[in-house]
């Protein structure tokens, strides 16, 4: 029997996306009307994760969906569905970025109302749509993906972060809620220079920036 892929990489990455959508309406609805400083900080932080989940999404389009839809026949209406979810949360993500530009530019309050609307709707169609993709599709993945396969979409993702910093910022959402054991499992599949980066400049980095995205 050809060895598995190990999926459980992608649980871990889906708790950037359910943790910083959940935080996320609270912040935006803390600035205070004309603090265009700091809305334009959160925009920032918010197109990164909205151009990461569009891409996260795509490559689950492109590179999950058509082998399954072949090859696990028996659960194509799962698939169908997880298609039809990601439809949803485009859509809201759509509205997020129709709204984004103004806010950032004005802090208007109307605008940051609208906006954490349409956050709370990305987090709550999101746990919906990560719980079953981990429950139901990843099982399906293991059993009918190969090894080159599951890490080309891992690769896809990384490789969608345009920049070193981004991708370090990037990592450190990963690691932050990740156990001892997943932290160390994380970092063995990356190239020894991004460790090293990591260790020696990433983590602090991560640190200051939370800093600033959290202070309210």
Do not use: C
């Not at 925009?43 to 490559?59: G, K």
């Not at 806010?103 to 109307?110: D, R």
């Amino acid at each position: 029997m050809s060895a598995q892929p190990d999926t459980h990489d992608m649980v871990v990455v889906h708790r950037v996306f359910r943790r910083e959508f959940r935080l996320l309406p609270d912040l935006v609805g803390q600035v205070a009307e004309g603090n265009t400083a700091r809305s334009a900080v959160l925009a920032e932080h918010l197109t990164d994760l909205v151009a990461a989940l569009h891409h996260h999404h795509l490559n689950e389009d492109e590179l999950l969906w058509p082998p399954l839809l072949q090859r696990a026949t028996l659960h194509t209406e799962l698939v169908h569905r997880m298609k039809s979810q990601h439809e949803a949360l485009s859509a809201v993500l759509d509205r997020i970025e129709q709204v984004l530009p103004t806010w950032a530019a004005t802090a208007g309050k109307a605008d940051g109302a609208e906006l954490a609307a349409a956050l709370r709707d990305v987090s709550s169609l999101l746990e919906l749509h990560l719980g079953e993709e981990e429950q139901e599709v990843l099982p399906l993945a293991r059993e009918h993906l190969s090894l080159e396969e599951w890490a080309e979409i891992g690769n896809r993702g990384a490789s969608s972060i345009e920049t070193k910093r981004k991708r370090l910022l990037f990592l450190g959402m990963i690691l932050e809620d990740a156990s001892e054991q997943e932290r160390q499992s994380f970092l063995a599949k990356l190239p020894a220079p991004v460790r090293a980066l990591w260790k020696l400049v990433g983590r602090r980095s991560y640190d200051g920036y939370v800093r600033v995205i959290r202070k309210g």
